[in-house]
């Protein structure tokens, strides 16, 4: 079993359309949780960064974290083109990058 | 202020050759942690250096060894290359201290023929 469940998509919709994003672990010694955007034939971009369990809000992005069932979100509020990319989810045990696991990332594409 | 460069962004090698790939970390940063994504997968973690030494190891062979340079950059060396390494090599930068998360480079892409 991975550390870290990704579905890989691809995932279509609709301009203007709530995006969910999601990813399951299996250690609960993760205390960091971070989703990055990934557009082709680039290196990730962090979106949001979490510590803990709870939400964080970041414009037309949230980020949820349920430590309880293992399990962790990215919302995105009026899609839009431009969002169209691979997201990748990530956790570490420590800050600094300190042995961060990632999942094998969700490709999203959204319709104009 | 310039973010993390890598270089160079492409390079094609034969079977087991060896390999050199370079990291500037982004300007503040102390720390480097290399990464390899193969084609649709997530980032692997290879290694990371802090202080010139590496402080964490994920699970690659001694073929992928690194260096820290006292002005922070890094070099990743791969050596008798297998069809298997080619792949996207990453380099993200971070704080040593602090809450700093890690910030990524655009990547090298190497292709082994």
């Known amino acids: 079993q991975k550390e870290v469940e990704q579905d890989p998509g691809p995932l279509s919709v609709p301009e203007g359309a709530i995006v969910s994003l999601n990813c399951t672990y299996s250690?609960?010694?993760?205390?960091?949780f971070m989703w990055y955007r990934q557009y082709s034939r680039k290196g990730p971009e962090l979106l949001m960064y979490?510590?803990?369990?709870g939400n964080k809000e970041d414009g037309r992005f949230t980020a949820q974290v349920d430590k309880s069932s293992k399990y962790i979100s990215l919302f995105i509020r009026d899609s839009q083109p431009s969002d169209s990319a691979t997201y990748l989810c990530?956790?570490?045990?420590?800050?600094?990058?300190?042995?961060?696991?990632f999942g094998a990332g969700t490709r999203l594409f959204v319709k104009a | 202020d310039a973010g993390v460069t890598q270089s160079p962004t492409h390079l094609i090698k034969t079977r087991g050759q060896q390999v050199t790939l370079r990291c500037s970390p982004k300007?503040?940063?102390?720390?480097v942690s290399w990464y390899q994504q193969a084609l649709g997968q997530g980032p692997q973690f290879i290694f990371q250096?802090?202080?010139?030494?590496?402080?964490q190891r994920g699970n690659f062979p001694d073929r992928f060894s690194g260096h820290q340079f006292p002005n922070y950059s890094s070099e990743l060396n791969v050596n008798a290359l297998l069809l298997g390494d080619s792949a996207l090599y990453l380099c993200?930068?971070?704080?040593?201290?602090?809450?700093?998360?890690?910030?990524f480079g655009p990547g090298t892409r190497l292709t082994v023929l």
């Open positions: 993200a930068s971070s704080s040593g201290t602090g809450t700093d998360t890690q910030y």
């Open positions: 250690n609960s010694a993760f205390q960091y």
């Open positions: 979490t510590y803990s369990s």
């Open positions: 990530a956790m570490s045990y420590g800050t600094g990058g300190f042995k961060t696991i």
């Open positions: 300007s503040g940063h102390d720390t």
């Open positions: 250096y802090y202080e010139e030494e590496e402080r």
